[in-house]
């Protein structure tokens, strides 16, 4: 499975952007689907999961303002971003399994797949 994401870019605090992650190779269907982020000088940090058995599963800080979402169809996965905050800058990635362990969705290393990422940048 090959993964781009994409629709990254500089908003304003409070805006809202949709980040998309296409996959190709591979159904989508199947997989169990991750984003995570990277802020300068940080470590990785999960941001949400759609696993394929239950509904979707959030970070505590994007829980309300973001969400996460697959259309089969278009084999790609969204992440809907609203009331974008300072602290949301960061590289974007997502990430595909499929079989990984609930238990393990916000393990980014957990994940089979994953593509380059894309970057937010939100200014105040």
């Known amino acids: 499975v090959q993964l781009q994401a994409s629709g990254g870019g500089l908003v304003q605090a409070g805006d809202s952007l949709r980040l998309s992650c296409l996959a190709s190779?591979?159904?989508?269907?199947?997989?169990?689907m991750g984003w995570f982020r990277q802020a300068p000088g940080k470590e990785r940090e999960f941001v949400a999961a759609?696993?394929?058995?239950?509904?979707?599963y959030y970070a505590d800080a994007v829980k309300g303002r973001f969400a996460i979402s697959r259309d089969n169809a278009k084999n790609t996965v969204y992440l809907q971003m609203s009331s974008l905050k300072l602290e949301d800058t960061a590289v974007y990635y997502c990430?595909?399994?499929?079989?990984?362990?609930?238990?393990?969705?916000?393990?980014?290393?957990?994940?089979?797949?994953y593509g380059q990422g894309t970057l937010v940048t939100v200014s105040s």
């Open positions: 990430a595909a399994d499929p079989s990984i362990i609930y238990s393990s969705i916000t393990d980014f290393s957990r994940y089979r797949y």
């Open positions: 190779g591979r159904t989508l269907t199947n997989y169990n």
């Open positions: 759609l696993w394929r058995r239950s509904g979707p």
